[in-house]
């Protein structure tokens, strides 16, 4: 599912160059990270360690690209799953994006406020 997702994620013409611009050649890398992550998230694997905010904090996000990628998401997990752990993962990934885009648009402003 990760890499259906993240091959999706690489071929959207809004969030695609992104990620792109951020991962470079590091796809196996940052695909490792993210089986740990949601393995950990909904399969109670204990594997992932990390903070998966930060490196998202300085990236040109906005609520619309959250909107795809929660779009693609769902997408790819009611094409393979369904039941308790496919509505756990949309969910999560929801609370995710909207924590996500609140604290980037946090950081934002208090950059701006301190800048004036």
Known sequence: MVDEFYGKVQKNPLIG????????????????????FWGSILLGENSYNGRPFPPHAQMPLQQKHFDIWLGLFHETVDEHFMGKVADEAKWRAQKMA????????????NTNQRAI
Not at 17 to 36: A, C, Q, R, S, T
Not at 98 to 109: G, N, S, T
Request: net charge negative; no cysteine.
């Open 98 to 109: 909207d924590l996500f885009i609140l604290k980037i648009e946090y950081l934002r402003d």
């Open 17 to 36: 160059p992104i990620f792109i611009g951020v991962i470079k050649d590091n796809w196996p890398e940052h695909l490792e990270k993210m089986y740990k």
